[in-house]
């Protein structure tokens, strides 16, 4: 199989196995220069597998890595020097400062002193350290541990950065201002592969986005191209009291509509022609169930992924609590 | 240039953030002081028991200073997942693991001067022969270290890590001709002794402070080196085989 250098990662075939679990199966893909790329998928998928091996941390059962043209398998730390990674939890030294912290990881990439000291005080600039730049890491809230842990990452100008559920289990703020982070990486020209479960974010960061689900890809593509299908849906959503049995009672009176529930307190109608709300707010209120609020939505990429894997929304939000979605 | 900026980076990391902490120096520093007390005034100052306890106490203090340390260097940086960061620099895997455990030899061969330096106190040590001493001194330092490695790789917890390197140090302690001759041992005993480094450095410090040692020079020495290249050997084996999943 030759190195194709149109791309940044080139991967085919890869596999994964953990005694009887198949962690990543047959996966396929390939990020081009300057793309960010999202592997989007529920917990327990085999991103942080596939981002291991795709990092020379785990070696692959089967399948072909090329990274900067560069044969991963064959030789796993030959690509180490084009590439930053950004693991699920940061794993800084607790013990040294923020600063401390910065200068080492570029010292490990050969980054003479006064040039990771520089590139260390402009990280903690662009990353809002700089007041904790002398305070330990350990001290450093969650939100700032992963920007210093991202900063830590790019300190030696990597080609192609590794982001493993950056937003995971931080506030909501912490999130936004990462995501903002993220998308100047971008526009920086560093080629981006991101892990996450959540789709909104996915949808609003990434150029391509693939959705991986028990180890194996079930879609990918840019995501416009995702969004298609379900650009021309119409979409209602109720505020109401919900019950089980609701939805299928509405899609007996209401045969070319369909329902859903989110939560227990909001009613989903999709259509492929426009809604009339009137008939559906007389039919719920006949069996005293007040309605507060009727609206339009969006289609997202939501409804993309629940129509390509057939997992419901609920079990990919309840995934991990705490998570930074705003 | 590259890998020299990152050897030192982590070299100069571990010192600062382990060996150089205080509870480290004063294990370092008092540690040796307690076994040689305990030895030299049981031998009440004789001078003849001083030099050949001498040997022991330099090589206890060395396998005590090293293995020690790899528990955290090592297994606690394994646990805490920021050895993954060391494995994903661009830098030779036997570089890097030399960088890690060169802080932990400096240290032992620091802790071996500091009964020397007592002992310098108490008795002469003009007969010492320095440079048989120093080579065998630097090498039970590489040996211990290598088998602290070993250990650290091969568990998975910092308590794991001292527990089993107890299990290596206290019967090497006797087993080794540190205190009494490996040719009083029984003779059931005695490959057993044969088959660990630290009998062929003890019998070249003994060799080296009194004159006193069952082979030649070259042979201890030699053998020194084929454990260390072993046993570091089988640790970077073992990483790549159990940490790179
Ligand atoms: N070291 C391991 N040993 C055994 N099973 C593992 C190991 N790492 C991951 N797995 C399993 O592989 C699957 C994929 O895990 P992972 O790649 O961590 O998923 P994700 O990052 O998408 O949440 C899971 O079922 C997980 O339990
Ligand atoms: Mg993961």
């Not at chain 1, 597998?49 to 795709?54: V, W």
């Not at chain 2, 028991?49 to 200073?65: N, Q």
């Not at chain 2, 955290?72 to 455990?101: C, G, H």
Request: hydrophobic share 50%; proline share 5%; charged share 20%.
């Amino acid at each position: 199989m030759s190195a194709d250098m149109a791309f940044a990662i080139e991967v085919r075939g890869l596999a994964k196995r953990f005694g009887e679990v198949a962690a990543v199966r047959q996966v396929d893909f390939a990020v081009r220069p300057g793309e960010l790329f999202g592997f989007l998928g529920p917990n327990g998928a085999g991103k942080t597998t596939t981002i291991n091996m795709l990092t020379g941390l785990a070696r692959p059962d089967a399948g072909s890595i090329f990274i900067g043209g560069i044969d991963c398998v064959k030789q796993p730390r030959a690509a180490q020097h084009l590439i930053g990674v950004v693991p699920d939890e940061s794993n800084l030294y607790p013990e040294l400062s923020g600063f401390e912290n910065l200068c080492f990881c570029a010292a490990l990439y050969g980054i003479g002193k006064e040039e990771r000291q520089r590139r260390a005080r402009e990280l903690l600039d662009a990353f809002d350290l700089t007041a904790a730049a002398n305070r330990k890491f350990g001290t450093y809230s969650k939100g700032m541990k992963r920007r210093l842990t991202i900063a830590a990452g790019i300190i030696h100008r990597p080609q192609i950065l590794f982001l493993d559920e950056p937003t995971t289990g931080i506030d909501v703020a912490s999130a936004r201002q990462l995501r903002m982070l993220i998308g100047g990486l971008r526009r920086d020209g560093i080629t981006v592969f991101m892990t996450t479960h959540y789709i909104e974010e996915a949808e609003r960061l990434c150029d391509r986005i693939a959705f991986i689900v028990d180890g194996r890809i079930v879609c990918l593509d840019s995501v416009e191209n995702l969004l298609q299908p379900v650009q021309n849906k119409h979409l209602l959503q109720i505020a109401c009291e919900t019950f089980p049995g609701l939805p299928q009672e509405l899609a007996a009176a209401f045969p070319d509509l369909s329902f859903s529930t989110e939560g227990n307190d909001r009613l989903r109608v999709e259509a492929d022609g426009p809604i009339r709300v009137g008939p559906l707010v007389r039919f719920l209120e006949e069996r005293q169930i007040e309605v507060s609020e009727a609206r339009r939505i969006r289609p997202t990429l939501e409804d993309v992924f629940v129509q390509v894997t057939g997992i419901g929304i609920n079990s990919m939000r309840k995934e991990k609590t705490g998570g930074g979605r705003s | 240039m590259k890998w020299a900026i990152a050897i030192w980076a982590i070299l100069c990391k571990d010192m600062r953030t382990y060996y150089l902490k205080p509870p480290n120096v004063s294990w370092g520093i008092i540690f040796p002081l307690a076994w040689t007390g305990m030895f030299f005034i049981k031998s009440a100052g004789e001078v003849g028991s001083i030099a050949s306890l001498l040997p022991g106490v330099v090589a206890v203090s060395i396998l005590f200073g090293t293995t020690s340390m790899l528990a955290v260097t090592v297994t606690f940086e394994k646990k805490s997942r920021s050895f993954e960061r060391l494995l994903l620099a661009p830098l030779p895997f036997e570089l890097l693991m030399l960088a890690k455990t060169g802080g932990a030899i400096l240290f032992g061969v620091a802790n071996a001067f500091v009964p020397v330096i007592m002992a310098a106190f108490l008795i002469d040590l003009g007969g010492i022969v320095w440079s048989i001493f120093i080579p065998a001194v630097v090498l039970v330092a590489l040996a211990s270290t290598f088998l602290g490695l070993f250990i650290a790789v091969a568990v998975s917890e910092v308590f794991e890590a001292q527990t089993f390197s107890n299990f290596f140090r206290f019967p090497m302690m006797f087993l080794c001709g540190l205190f009494f001759p490996v040719e009083q041992l029984p003779s059931l005993l005695k490959p057993l002794a044969y088959a660990l480094p630290l009998t062929y450095g003890a019998d070249a410090l003994h060799g080296a402070v009194r004159g006193a040692h069952n082979l030649p020079f070259a042979v201890d020495l030699a053998v020194l080196v084929l454990f260390c290249a072993g046993l570091f050997a089988l640790s970077l084996w073992n990483i790549r085989r159990n940490w790179i999943l």
